[in-house]
């Protein structure tokens, strides 16, 4: 029988603080100038992100991020975000492997109003996407976990809110990701962070962090290194501070895809990141001392009072089990659901019930559900989990059967929450304009192969993960079973295929997934049911898929698994050229080589792009009175627009004092812009958080606009030549002489330039610089990768005069090539 209790769907609001009212007021302005056409998408969309607004692939509507920090969020919250779906949205929310709530298809024109919405509860969308601190996770068990050291909830909670607005979390180099774990199990995935931290207890009984750096996943995927075994709590901000300072300094601001924490580690090693790390955190301990107490925010999560007995017979305490179902027939709905999805808390007489979303998605009328069950029979508070779920906790052991019942009212009480059958995909090509194939579509074909509840017990341990894109926003690479999206050109159609990873783990030793074998779409469902059959056919006694897949290896797994590979023709079967649940033929947009020249002078447009868009932000901060966030926008405006006359030059600075430094002698010292700019590291001097006042922050502003106006100028009558102004009528500068090599084999009697490594467009613009240090009939021999290289740089020569005389590999595995290249005048 189902509890009919009249739901209360009242939101309790409160007065939204001056300065957040101010912030939205300043969004809603920005935003009716974009609609009204006063100024232009490419300047409106960096501050937007700022704001936690992202494009969707369907033109015209948003996507609204919402912040929850750990996961944490009360039943009156999670009304108002019932209200504001129903709204302004579809009516649908969808929970993120980040713990975020997101809502779909709003208009622009709503976006101010729902953010008013959200802040009148304690809610924000602010600084859940862009290039700054994301939403700081924490595990979902956190304070009730049996295992756990400590709970980690107000330390989770203390960062989040420490480092949203902080100047120094606007404007880094790319985004930078926070999780923090209370065990060993590491339910938060602490070793795909940029900073993880996982509770720790001394032997004197002292609680810290164990802290580890440099996480993350993406087409780059790289397992976190140990920056510090323990970590006191006094010393918690600080050095997560530092971590953020040095990643702000040495960060690459120009190539989006080598901008993560991860990559800056890779160029200095860890080691010396580590020394830049102490440098940082001694500099900072003077203002900040070590000695300084940790002030934490609390979480208030008191538990609702018991009424013995705790658990009465038969109906309501969960079933007991390792997830092995003797005789299935016989287990009812409800008591499959209380071995899959009801967790025993530390504490006695109390349990935590985990709501199973389908791919994280749950309607309105769900949200408003959840929220009245959480107030009916738990403290008020919900969690949201990494796994896209929610759970609802300090529940009495004798409140679980009618929690049940009202939960299996609204198409909530799916079993097997957190196991291998709650497959975890992100949006894909539903709403992602990143997204390549359609991630929820394949989840929904596996379920076939993973039912819920009803998987057996050798699979309990194996978790399957799929992002629609090599982004892994569904994080595929720490999956049991993981794929990512791709497409693949067959003839004269392309089909969706996956790219299949297996052996992926973080808790114990985090180990990436290896990638064993590309799968079409419509494929990948039989295949892994082939997989499951190959380990049960040829495992070892007690051993799980996770061990078979690290003993048996990726070579012998491949040799299985090839015959899901093959593809027939369109004619023969044209379901293999659409995706799941696609309407429509799968096309995927590809760009045509011999683009070198334009992909040059996109740099540069996108270099001074940017440049105006953080001089835009700089203005409205400077209006909102944050003067030492405008100042630093200033100084990455200046930054930017240097870098983009830089590709004139083949040159891509790795550190903002070797862009300077290229910059007065490449450009400045040969009159491109007014001598006004020279010695311009003298000039824009440390743009830190001391230059707070409003005449310094105009100052510095003044000075950036009229920089990059210089630069435009410069470039405004610049071609495919990429030549700026009167550069022509100076002496070149001469390359370094490193990166001239001699000839390996078969000499060609030609000078040797080494661009091995050297990604396009820069290797076109090199090669172009250095022919035009060269006579007419002059030959060059130049060494370049395989791909989008070779493809794209002898043609883009051909297209500008030059012969190509020769093109051949460099060695028997086609890795790098050498083309022999004529001067033609």
Same mark, same amino acid.
């Given at each position: 029988?189902?509890?009919?209790?009249?739901?209360?769907?009242?939101?309790?609001?409160?007065?939204?603080?001056?300065?957040?009212?101010?912030?939205?007021?300043?969004?809603?302005?920005?935003?009716?100038?974009?609609?009204?056409?006063?100024?232009?998408?490419?300047?409106?969309?960096?501050?937007?992100?700022?704001?936690?607004?992202?494009?969707?692939?369907?033109?015209?509507?948003?996507?609204?991020?919402?912040?929850?920090?750990?996961?944490?969020?009360?039943?009156?919250?999670?009304?108002?975000?019932?209200?504001?779906?129903?709204?302004?949205?579809?009516?649908?929310?969808?929970?993120?492997?980040?713990?975020?709530?997101?809502?779909?298809?709003?208009?622009?024109?709503?976006?101010?109003?729902?953010?008013?919405?959200?802040?009148?509860?304690?809610?924000?969308?602010?600084?859940?996407?862009?290039?700054?601190?994301?939403?700081?996770?924490?595990?979902?068990?956190?304070?009730?976990?049996?295992?756990?050291?400590? @709970?980690?909830?107000?330390?989770?909670?203390?960062?989040?809110?420490?480092?949203?607005?902080?100047?120094?979390?606007?404007?880094?180099?790319?985004?930078?990701?926070?999780?923090?774990?209370?065990?060993?199990?590491?339910?938060?995935?602490?070793?795909?962070?940029?900073?993880?931290?996982?509770?720790?207890?001394?032997?004197?009984?002292?609680?810290?962090?164990?802290?580890?750096?440099?996480?993350?996943?993406?087409?780059?995927?790289?397992?976190?290194?140990?920056?510090?075994?323990?970590?006191?709590?006094?010393?918690?901000?600080?050095?997560?501070?530092?971590?953020?300072?040095?990643?702000?300094?040495?960060?690459?601001?120009?190539?989006?895809?080598?901008?993560?924490?991860?990559?800056?580690?890779?160029?200095?090693?860890?080691?010396?990141?580590?020394?830049?790390?102490?440098?940082?955190?001694?500099?900072?301990?003077?203002?900040?001392?070590?000695?300084?107490?940790?002030?934490?925010?609390?979480?208030?999560?008191?538990?609702?009072?018991?009424?013995?007995?705790?658990?009465?017979?038969?109906?309501? $305490?969960?079933?007991?089990?390792?997830?092995?179902?003797?005789?299935?027939?016989?287990?009812?709905?409800?008591?499959?659901?209380?071995?899959?999805?009801?967790?025993?808390?530390?504490?006695?007489?109390?349990?935590?019930?985990?709501?199973?979303?389908?791919?994280?998605?749950?309607?309105?009328?769900?949200?408003?559900?959840?929220?009245?069950?959480? @107030?009916?029979?738990?403290?008020?508070?919900?969690?949201?989990?990494?796994?896209?779920?929610?759970?609802?906790?300090?529940?009495?052991?004798?409140?679980?059967?009618?929690?049940?019942?009202?939960?299996?009212?609204?198409?909530?009480?799916?079993?097997?929450?957190?196991?291998?059958?709650?497959?975890?995909?992100?949006?894909?090509?539903?709403?992602?304009?990143?997204?390549?194939?359609?991630?929820?579509?394949?989840?929904?074909?596996?379920?076939?192969?993973?039912?819920?509840?009803?998987?057996?017990?050798?699979?309990?341990?194996?978790?399957?993960?799929?992002?629609?894109?090599?982004?892994?926003?569904?994080?595929?690479?720490?999956?049991?079973?993981?794929?990512?999206?791709?497409?693949?050109?067959?003839?004269?159609?392309?089909?969706?295929?996956?790219?299949?990873?297996?052996?992926?783990?973080?808790?114990?030793?985090?180990?990436?997934?290896?990638?064993?074998? $590309?799968?079409?779409?419509?494929?990948?469902?039989?295949?892994?049911?082939?997989?499951?059959?190959?380990?049960?056919?040829?495992?070892?006694?007690?051993?799980?898929?996770?061990?078979?897949?690290?003993?048996?290896?990726?070579?012998?797994?491949?040799? +299985?698994?090839?015959?899901?590979?093959?593809?027939?023709?369109?004619?023969?079967?044209?379901?293999?050229?659409?995706?799941?649940?696609?309407?429509?033929?799968?096309?995927?947009?590809?760009?045509?080589?011999?683009?070198?020249?334009?992909?040059?002078?996109?740099?540069?447009?996108?270099?001074?792009?940017?440049?105006?868009?953080?001089?835009?932000?700089?203005?409205?901060?400077?209006?909102?009175?944050?003067?030492?966030?405008?100042?630093?926008?200033?100084?990455?405006?200046?930054?930017?627009?240097?870098?983009?006359?830089?590709?004139?030059?083949?040159?891509?600075?790795?550190?903002?004092?070797?862009?300077?430094?290229?910059?007065?002698?490449?450009?400045?010292?040969?009159?491109?812009?007014?001598?006004?700019?020279?010695?311009?590291?003298?000039?824009?001097?440390?743009?830190?958080? $001391?230059?707070?006042?409003?005449?310094?922050?105009?100052?510095?502003?003044?000075?950036? $606009?009229?920089?990059?106006?210089?630069?435009?100028?410069?470039?405004?009558?610049?071609?495919?030549?990429?030549?700026?102004?009167?550069?022509?009528?100076?002496?070149?500068?001469?390359?370094?002489?490193? +990166?001239?090599?001699?000839?390996?084999?078969?000499?060609?009697?030609?000078?040797?330039?080494?661009?091995?490594?050297?990604?396009?467009?820069?290797?076109?613009?090199?090669?172009?610089?250095?022919?035009?240090?060269? @006579?007419?009939?002059?030959?060059? +021999?130049?060494?370049?990768?395989?791909?989008?290289?070779?493809?794209?740089?002898?043609?883009?020569?051909?297209?500008?005069?030059?012969?190509?005389?020769?093109?051949?590999?460099?060695?028997?595995?086609?890795?790098?090539?050498?083309?022999?290249?004529?001067?033609?005048?």
């Amino acid at each position: 029988m189902s509890h009919t209790t009249t739901v209360d769907n009242t939101v309790q609001t409160q007065a939204i603080p001056p300065e957040i009212l101010e912030e939205i007021q300043t969004f809603e302005t920005e935003s009716r100038r974009l609609l009204s056409g006063e100024i232009v998408s490419d300047l409106f969309k960096p501050f937007r992100l700022q704001y936690g607004i992202y494009g969707q692939r369907q033109p015209g509507v948003q996507m609204v991020r919402i912040k929850i920090p750990f996961g944490g969020i009360t039943a009156n919250q999670l009304r108002r975000v019932a209200e504001l779906a129903d709204r302004y949205a579809t009516g649908v929310g969808h929970v993120t492997t980040r713990q975020d709530i997101q809502l779909h298809f709003v208009e622009l024109k709503d976006v101010p109003t729902m953010m008013r919405g959200l802040a009148e509860v304690g809610l924000t969308t602010r600084e859940a996407c862009a290039n700054t601190v994301r939403n700081v996770t924490g595990c979902h068990l956190a304070g009730v976990c049996p295992g756990e050291v400590f @709970d980690i909830t107000p330390y989770a909670k203390t960062v989040a809110y420490h480092l949203l607005r902080n100047p120094l979390n606007q404007s880094l180099p790319r985004k930078f990701k926070i999780a923090f774990s209370g065990c060993k199990t590491d339910c938060a995935l602490t070793p795909i962070h940029d900073i993880g931290l996982l509770a720790a207890r001394r032997e004197d009984g002292t609680i810290g962090f164990r802290m580890v750096a440099g996480g993350g996943l993406g087409s780059a995927p790289r397992i976190a290194q140990v920056l510090r075994e323990f970590t006191p709590m006094e010393e918690l901000i600080p050095s997560i501070e530092a971590v953020i300072k040095v990643f702000d300094t040495l960060g690459n601001r120009k190539n989006r895809n080598k901008a993560r924490m991860k990559f800056v580690i890779e160029k200095l090693g860890f080691a010396e990141f580590k020394r830049r790390w102490e440098q940082a955190y001694t500099a900072m301990g003077c203002a900040r001392p070590t000695s300084e107490p940790l002030k934490l925010l609390q979480h208030r999560d008191e538990p609702i009072p018991l009424i013995m007995p705790t658990s009465p017979a038969g109906k309501t $305490k969960p079933a007991e089990g390792n997830g092995h179902v003797n005789g299935a027939h016989h287990e009812t709905p409800f008591e499959m659901w209380s071995r899959t999805n009801v967790v025993q808390q530390k504490q006695a007489g109390y349990v935590s019930a985990v709501i199973k979303l389908f791919m994280g998605d749950l309607t309105s009328s769900q949200m408003l559900l959840v929220a009245a069950l959480a @107030d009916r029979y738990s403290n008020g508070n919900i969690r949201t989990t990494i796994n896209q779920n929610m759970i609802i906790r300090w529940i009495p052991e004798s409140s679980v059967g009618p929690l049940y019942e009202e939960l299996a009212s609204q198409g909530l009480s799916d079993p097997g929450a957190e196991l291998v059958e709650d497959i975890i995909a992100c949006p894909g090509t539903d709403t992602c304009g990143l997204g390549i194939t359609s991630s929820k579509g394949l989840a929904r074909a596996l379920a076939e192969v993973f039912p819920a509840g009803r998987v057996p017990a050798d699979l309990r341990d194996v978790s399957v993960k799929i992002s629609g894109c090599h982004n892994s926003c569904a994080q595929h690479h720490i999956a049991t079973i993981g794929l990512h999206g791709v497409g693949k050109r067959i003839g004269e159609h392309t089909a969706p295929f996956y790219e299949l990873h297996l052996g992926g783990k973080v808790n114990g030793t985090a180990k990436i997934g290896q990638l064993v074998v $590309k799968l079409p779409a419509k494929a990948v469902s039989a295949a892994i049911t082939h997989l499951i059959e190959v380990y049960r056919r040829d495992r070892k006694p007690g051993e799980g898929l996770p061990a078979f897949i690290d003993r048996v290896g990726k070579n012998a797994l491949k040799d +299985e698994l090839i015959p899901y590979t093959i593809v027939p023709t369109f004619a023969d079967d044209p379901g293999f050229y659409y995706d799941w649940e696609g309407e429509e033929e799968f096309v995927l947009e590809d760009l045509g080589p011999g683009e070198c020249a334009g992909g040059a002078l996109e740099m540069i447009e996108n270099g001074i792009l940017e440049a105006d868009q953080e001089l835009y932000q700089a203005k409205l901060l400077a209006d909102n009175h944050q003067y030492s966030v405008s100042v630093n926008k200033s100084y990455r405006a200046v930054l930017a627009a240097a870098k983009a006359l830089l590709v004139t030059e083949g040159l891509e600075p790795s550190s903002d004092a070797e862009t300077f430094q290229e910059f007065d002698v490449r450009i400045a010292d040969k009159g491109v812009v007014p001598a006004t700019y020279r010695q311009l590291s003298r000039q824009v001097g440390d743009l830190g958080p $001391k230059d707070t006042t409003a005449a310094s922050a105009l100052e510095k502003m003044t000075f950036a $606009k009229g920089f990059v106006d210089a630069c435009r100028m410069a470039t405004d009558s610049m071609g495919k030549d990429l030549k700026l102004g009167s550069a022509h009528d100076i002496k070149p500068v001469p390359q370094q002489a490193a +990166e001239i090599k001699p000839a390996a084999s078969v000499p060609t009697g030609a000078p040797v330039y080494d661009l091995r490594g050297v990604a396009c467009p820069l290797n076109y613009v090199k090669t172009k610089l250095k022919l035009e240090m060269m @006579d007419s009939g002059d030959r060059l +021999e130049v060494w370049l990768d395989a791909g989008e290289p070779i493809k794209n740089v002898p043609m883009s020569l051909k297209n500008d005069g030059h012969k190509v005389l020769l093109q051949e590999a460099l060695e028997p595995q086609a890795e790098h090539f050498r083309v022999l290249v004529e001067k033609v005048e």
